[in-house]
């Protein structure tokens, strides 16, 4: 699958999610006393720090969760908040716009693998919209699919995003600057391999299998 390509960038342009919203994927994984939360969503930067609080009191409410959880959840977010913002005005390099997009999640019983190109200077793309299509495609009922999908993608992007801030240094102090840069990120057309999509449902049995190993790799 790939997106609709636009016209690229010459310049520099300002960090920012290369998406539609600009939102931040937060990911979570906290354990306490013998109990463990994990969730992955999105959050607005622009939203205000008070959120993050009333957040993670409504869900240690709603989860029933140990009280002390509600610190380390709200720490987290705003961690990974600031981390987010200290990006922000500053130069991101974005020469090469379409970037692979890798999928290898499992979501309850659906076991994927994908690999797609991305436009990187298409601020108009959605990772809901496209993970919406994606699922309805290939006839994934769980409802649950999508917005781990999407997650992903938004992920993927985000890394690829830092990673142009990096080149986007890196051209301000070299001599070289600009050719070099993109003498490092040319990627030859035929390396573009076609990849169709993999979905495979899991019994119970495969799934205790796949908790189990996840569960070692964690420790």
Partial sequence: MKLPATSSFKAPVKFRMP??????????????????????????????????????????????LP????????????????????????????????????????????????????????????????ARTFCKDLAIDDPEVGPAVAFAIREQLYEIAIQSVASAREIKISKKGRRGAEHMSARKRKEWEVYEPFVDILSNEEVDVLEAREERNTR
Avoid: C
């Fill in 67 to 130: 009280p002390q959880f509600t610190t380390q959840i709200a720490q987290s977010i705003q961690n990974q908040l600031t981390e987010f913002r200290s990006y922000e005005g500053q130069d991101m390099y974005t020469a090469e716009k379409i970037v692979p997009i890798k999928l290898d999640l499992r979501v309850n019983h659906t076991l994927i693998r994908d690999q797609f190109l991305w436009d990187l200077n298409n601020y108009d793309s959605d990772p809901e919209e496209f």
């Fill in 19 to 64: 998406t539609a919203d600009n939102l931040v994927p937060i990911r979570l994984d906290i354990e306490n006393e013998g109990q463990r939360y994990k969730d992955a969503f999105t959050w607005n930067p622009s939203d205000p720090d008070s959120e993050v609080v009333v957040f993670a009191k409504k869900t240690v409410r709603d989860l029933k």
